[in-house]
């Protein structure tokens, strides 16, 4: 009887991944990182996503259900971010200051730049159109 070969970390880590874990995005990763499909990272109509209000000057706020990062410069000027990660496709779910980091590599972006500030990602994230229609921020390609 031939004998079965013992679990590899990979196939631990897959499994895991795939274990419903509400929140983390992990079975977006796994399928991304494998010939999957992962979230757009560029919304492909405008999305609304709140009041102008909600973005200080100088920070950053966190759209999660819509994978939009918006900040705000000095000078009041707004900037959009897709925030599904160039790495593996994982949707960002954490904000810290005005760092984005990934919940699956730890993958780390300037919420004001899209830029890399740390890897495994090499690529920054994609810039979405960004403007303000009656007091409120709306992202991606005009209507």
Known sequence: MPTR????RRTVLRGAALTPVAGLGLAACSAAGEGG?????????????????EVPKGGAKLYRDENVVVSRAADGSLKAYSTICTHAGCPINKLSGTTLVCPCHGSEFDARTGKVVQAPAT????ELP?????????????A
Request: charged share 15%; no cysteine.
């Open 123 to 126: 690529e920054p994230l994609h």
């Open 130 to 142: 960004v403007q303000v229609k009656n007091g409120r921020i709306v992202a991606g390609p005009a």
């Open 5 to 8: 070969p013992s679990a590899t």
């Open 37 to 53: 499909t992962a979230p757009d990272a560029t919304p492909t109509a405008p999305v609304a996503l709140g009041a102008e209000s």
